[in-house]
């Protein structure tokens, strides 16, 4: 995109993002059902109803005697109230008795209350006078130290909405409810496409002017951490046509398309003219506000998202949180929840002084150290194109837009990775 | 354990953990040689030192032309530096000539320095007069544009030391020097023992007075996400022969135990008894002033841990942060790295009063709410046995041992789950 005077406009992050989201129409991935063992992480495809009452039954959360509430009013120490021991509650079972007026039943924690029972006395506030009476010495109110039928998961509740990513405690409830099956979301399958005609795989020798393929390694994981599926497609060449061909297959079987590298003068322009020819609308934004990262492509073909990456690892890792892993999250059908998707956070202090030009979101990779109980982001200085500057490094700190620099000392928020 | 005057003692978290700790004799657990695409998240077993210089040779980060940076001294808009075009560099290849005093050759980024080059002037500040000559309007330093041989990271220097827990960015970093295997420790294998005659499985319908196995699946899953191979032994009776057989086997083959439940009046001794009769030293502590989580014990047979842990699923999730997953990074071989393996944290205000008692850490399930621009955090009130006072909340707040409660407004920091 250029502006009017010709210029090539770059766009603020924000923007380009919005750019990216606002055009792509809602998907709903295909659907596949897994046993809850498979399913940690896993985004649920259908909203889930509880199919019953969770527990069924009144349960005893501590170890004592089931009363019946009223029976122990106004006892203490001094004045405790007698109860009859009717006799104990097996583990497992429906009580094989009825309590009556005027007794008690031993309980252990998780026994189901034996009818006319409300409450549980701790066994604390026991004493035993023989095996076949007690003095309870504290009162209990109705329902104390039970968990009433339903009272944990009604039947058909909503207990967990389409969208949601499974925690191990969801699964432990799915799992206490009888469910051991769920639909979930198939994962996105993301195309990685590397080009650059000096670039050669992790398992060759290298000869001068050759680099091995650094950013495909480092996309892959962070595609699978965001619960995509990554699909390396391999290196190609900086050529039109092999690189039509290879687009225009992982489009067709993939949900989104990352193109990384392509560094040698034109490709970059290539990839932006590849994305046009192939279809609609094409490219969004060619070059974006941001430090490492600035000459990023956004498109979408056939509401598939494409992004050109620049090779430089430090740029591939930013590009990726500010712009892959929100559209990652859409394409998987994860419904939103800003807090539990929030990345890992440090406040810290910046050990030195960092400039930033405005007009620009910069980046910066620090490293962490704590010094007499404070603790201090250094800043790693290096050339973007420095794998060890990710390496080194535990986080990044954002320089927004209009802010001119960081101050030694200032307080800084570090997005650890 | 009791005190003096025979009362059961119950030490803090910290106390605890400690004891549990300094009772582990250094582990190394066996190693494994992956290949680098298995290898996200696994924690070396060796150290490992760079077999080369990377890159191997000086490269432009910038398209522009190579130059030997004295001829640029000087140089404005005004009063160019005139150059001579020597060529083009190709991609991927060793210039096949070099550069002359005077001389220039395009080149792309990543692309190889010619012989007699030491910078290279972005394609911006050069002005073409015909295909033989160039004007540069900029002057540019030695290495200026340029990552010289070595500089990322230089053949025989550490990479990465034992015990780092490899992430995307580190798994690129080895396929840059060809790495693409690496030797890491075997994940600990943590067995999940469930008792209680009134547990069945996920899978079973429930009569009255039973409840399906929740807790193993919470377990399984937060083993699995910090690193360890779970391992679910079943369900098993309150029965001291058929737990002795069940921990006795676990031991031999996995490197933690964990038996949860054991909810009959007498059982949660039994455990006890159990880890004492099975092996040295035994049980090292029995309660602990945390809530939910106070029944916990914690032992140690022939240098592997195990844990009783009460039933409740509240009471799991927190004794698992607490004790279970740093005991599990002491067996996996991780290098501490208090910043990496921090817990995300969000900062928001409590939204009313919550009591605790002094002498007691209290661990508060909380829902995360944005209220005009503002984070709450809503208190989930409710019994440790609810299952879902874990599906609902965000996150925990500690109300730490000395402190009496929180009051509404004031500022806490959620770890979320």
């Known amino acids: 995109m250029r502006d009017m005077l010709g210029r090539e406009e770059v766009i603020s992050v924000e923007k380009a993002l919005q750019l990216v989201l606002s055009n792509i129409s809602p998907v709903s991935p295909p659907e596949k059902k897994l046993s809850i063992e498979d399913s940690y992480k896993r985004i649920l495809s259908r909203d889930i109803f509880s199919p019953e009452d969770l527990p069924q039954f009144a349960r005893s959360t501590v170890d004592g005697f089931a009363v019946n509430s009223s029976d122990t009013f106004g006892a203490t120490e001094t004045f405790p109230a007698y109860l009859n021991v009717a ?3 097996s583990m497992g079972i429906m009580p094989a008795f009825d309590l009556k007026k005027g007794e008690a039943a031993k309980i252990a924690t998780g026994g189901m209350l034996p009818k006319g029972a409300d409450s549980v006395v701790m066994v604390e506030h026991v004493q035993h006078i023989d095996a076949r009476m007690i003095e309870v010495m504290k009162p209990v109110a109705p329902c104390e130290n039970v968990i009433m039928a339903g009272e944990d998961i009604r039947k058909n509740d909503l207990i967990f909405m389409k969208g949601h990513r499974l925690r191990p405690q969801d699964i432990g409830a799915l799992a206490g ?8 979301f198939e994962r996105p399958k993301v195309s990685i496409i590397s080009t650059g005609d000096e670039i050669v795989p992790a398992n060759c020798p290298v000869n001068l002017g050759q680099i091995r393929d650094v950013n495909s390694f480092n996309l892959a994981g962070l595609i699978a951490e ?8 391999g290196i190609f060449r900086d050529d039109y ?11 067709r079987d993939s949900e989104m398309v990352l193109i990384t590298g392509g560094s040698s003068v034109g490709t970059k322009d290539m990839t932006a003219k590849l994305i046009n020819d192939i279809g609609e609308p094409g490219v969004l934004f060619h070059g974006v506000s941001i430090k490492p990262g600035k000459p990023m492509i956004g498109g979408i073909i056939n509401n598939k998202p494409l992004f050109g990456l620049p090779g430089h690892p430090a740029a591939i890792t930013v590009c ?12 998987s059908g994860l419904a939103e929840n800003v807090f539990r998707d929030r ?3 440090v406040i810290a202090k910046i050990s030195k002084n960092v400039s930033s030009s405005s007009g620009r979101e910069d980046h910066i990779r620090v490293s962490l150290e ?10 790693i200085l290096g050339k973007s194109g420095l794998i060890t500057t990710l390496t080194k490094a535990d986080g990044i700190v954002v320089i927004p837009l209009r802010k001119l620099g960081l101050e030694q000392g200032e307080t800084v928020e570090v997005r650890l990775f």
């Open 343 to 345: 990345k890992r956070i």
């Open 226 to 233: 965001a619960g995509g599926d990554p699909v390396k497609r």
């Open 320 to 331: 990726f949180e500010q712009f892959i892993e929100p559209v990652l999250g859409r394409l």
């Open 177 to 184: 409810l009888g469910i051991t099956e769920v639909l979930v």
């Open 241 to 251: 046509n092999v690189l039509r061909k290879v687009i225009e297959e992982s489009l």
């Open 370 to 379: 704590e010094r007499e109980g404070e603790i201090w982001a250094l800043p």
């Open 87 to 89: 006799g104990e509650i």
